[in-house]
């Protein structure tokens, strides 16, 4: 099972003041309680999507208790703006002297920190139909599960989160990912919001949740 939480302190609160100080001033002490849950998640997506530098002052923790081990690798090998990785060791001399298993058979205890902009980047390069299926299901759980948290951030993160194919309108591997048709109906807005939208829809399937981002 797949649990994700901010572990950032009053993110909203956060993520406007530091927005408010490039600007020479200081957010509302009223920002600690702001309105709707979608305002504040369209207020991230737009931060978001804008790329803001202050968006990396904000974590989140993700926590798999039953990750196959493959997964694992794939994962840790997304290394672009540092997030971090605690997996279970499954060493023989702390395990009963159990044998190691192969990679794909073995499945472990495995928790990763990202930035808001960690998680983008690795979820644009493991969502491209060249990445290997089960590692493409594992970032979708978690974007579903962002979905279906409730929380502002994490909600805004899942949208913002796409293949580098609909990121930048092509895919950027060699052999291009290709199959997934809809991918360049996603690509054929200008608009970004639109496109991560519809991609989202599409690839996502987004929870029946009223309060969520435009
Ligand atoms: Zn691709």
Redesign the pocket.
């Known amino acids: 099972m797949i649990k994700i939480e901010v572990i950032t302190k009053d993110p909203f609160y956060n993520l406007k003041d530091l927005n408010c100080i490039s600007l020479g001033k200081r957010a509302k002490q009223s920002n600690k309680d702001p309105g709707s849950i979608s305002e504040r998640a369209n207020y991230y997506v737009d931060c978001f999507v804008a790329k803001h530098s202050t968006i990396d002052t904000m974590q989140i923790k993700i926590v798999d208790d039953h990750c196959r081990g493959d997964v694992i690798g794939h994962i840790v090998r997304s290394t672009k703006k540092q997030p971090r990785f605690v997996v279970q060791s499954k060493r023989p001399d702390w395990n009963n002297g159990e044998k190691r298993k192969a990679p794909d058979e073995e499945y472990k205890l495995f928790a990763s920190v990202w930035t808001v902009s960690s998680f983008m980047e690795m979820a644009r390069q493991r969502?491209?139909?060249?990445?290997a299926e089960e590692t493409r299901k594992w970032v979708i759980n978690c974007m579903r599960e962002m979905d279906k948290s409730g929380d502002p951030l994490l909600m805004a993160l899942s949208l913002c989160s796409v293949?580098?194919?609909v990121f930048q309108a092509?895919?950027?591997?060699t052999f291009?990912?290709?199959k997934?048709v809809g991918?360049s109906v996603a690509c054929s807005s200008s608009i970004l919001r639109e496109r991560y939208r519809y991609y989202h829809n599409k690839f996502i399937e987004v929870s029946e949740n009223a309060d969520k981002p435009e």
Do not use: F, M, S
């Not at 969502?127 to 990445?131: E, F, K, Q, V, Y």
């Not at 092509?170 to 591997?173: A, D, I």
């Open positions: 969502l491209c139909g060249r990445a293949p580098n194919c092509g895919c950027p591997e291009q990912c290709g997934d991918i």
